[in-house]
């Protein structure tokens, strides 16, 4: 059986397992919106398996972090840029 603990989606904890990514915790937030594009259209994710970059959000402290190809780890921090 897979671990569960929780990440922090901007600010607020999510319940995940070990087996989830970082774009299902997102989902599981209620956040749709993970950024902006630069005329300020908002984005989500797209193909949801790492080839249209539209699910880039920042993942401790790191940006442009394609959110359906990481897999959740305790003491994550997400923070979407909308």
Do not use: W, Y
Request: contains cysteine; charged residues 20%.
């Amino acid at each position: 059986m897979p671990k569960a603990f929780s990440v922090t989606v901007n600010g607020a904890h999510v319940g995940v397992t070990e087996d989830m990514t970082a774009l299902a915790a997102i989902l599981l937030s209620g956040t749709t919106t993970l950024r902006r594009s630069v005329s300020g259209e908002p984005r989500g994710a797209l193909c949801g398996m790492g080839g249209c970059f539209e699910c880039r959000v920042t993942i401790n402290g790191e940006r442009h972090c394609r959110s359906c190809q990481i897999r959740c780890a305790q003491a994550m921090d997400i923070r979407t840029d909308d």
